[in-house]
């Protein structure tokens, strides 16, 4: 049994093709996002800011990749990745909002405990809102900075 | 025996009296005994009794009415806020009535043209609602 090292030029087409998946998933959320309206509050901008972060690192990883540009670009991932998460809780929060107008807990919703509210919240037993939904927009990050990992021109350096 | 049909006169007069003043209050025709002595006055202060015990029945029919008039109070869906929405559904009964005008506006603005309020209807089903909830609140409102 043989190890060896991948070849630079396959090395470089999963660069491009994980690239290419985070647009992709990039591309389908903004649809997404357009078609639910998402954008009556200032809470629901952020995946609008966020898409708008993710596209400008994806450039930077894609156009010219240098060491710089690169690490600026997985510090934007890294805040997009936060703003996913406080999407999941934003969801979250609505569908807790929303549990005493579901017919089946209004007239339990208040005796219940917090963790059994929260969880159902979580779990979506109660509300409308997607609670993982958001969580693209961190697996368009990690795909880009997965296309970083030891990329050539961070060796350089 | 005399004392006694005194007794019951004095009552009925009592009685006359008090329904006349408490149907003047309420507006009604009034017709007030004109021969406190006679047996026809004691009749018709008897029927006097009768109708002031039914007015509880009537203040709560009118009460009804008065909350019905309330319900059918409309706020523009597109353009009334949050408070008046929530005014607005708190008089039509509609419990959580905070929640559901927050929905509301969330979900603004809503087509003219779209007079069963189907938008509306769809989005606030999402939150699996008690039966009649969604019409109430729909009742509540008017376009624009």
Known sequence: MTTGTIPGEEVGIARRLLLALAALAMAGTSVELALERHWDDFVKLIPWFALGVLAVALALVAYRPAARRIAIARVLCVLVIAASAIGVYKHIEENHKAGPLDYRYSETWESMSSAEQWWKAATKAVGPAPVLASGVLAQAALGIIAATVGHPAVRRR | ?144
Request: net charge positive.
């Open chain 2, 1 to 144: 025996m005399k004392p006694l049909a005194l007794a019951a006169l004095a009552g009925a007069l009592l009685l006359s009296a008090c329904s006349d003043t408490s149907r003047s209050d309420s507006g009604a025709a009034t017709t007030a005994p004109t021969s406190a002595g006679s047996a026809t006055s004691g009749a018709t202060s008897a029927a006097s009794a009768a109708a002031t015990a039914t007015k509880p029945a009537a203040s709560a029919t009118a009460a009804a009415t008065a909350a019905a008039t309330q319900a059918t109070t409309k706020v523009s869906a597109n353009n009334a806020t949050r408070a008046q929405l929530q005014a607005a559904f708190e008089a039509a009964g509609i419990p959580n009535a905070s929640q559901w005008a927050r929905e509301v506006e969330e979900y603004r603005p809503y087509s003219t043209t779209d007079t069963n309020m189907t938008k509306l209807r769809g989005e606030l089903a999402k939150y699996n609602p008690a039966a009649g909830v969604v019409d109430k609140i729909v009742a509540t409102l008017s376009l624009p």
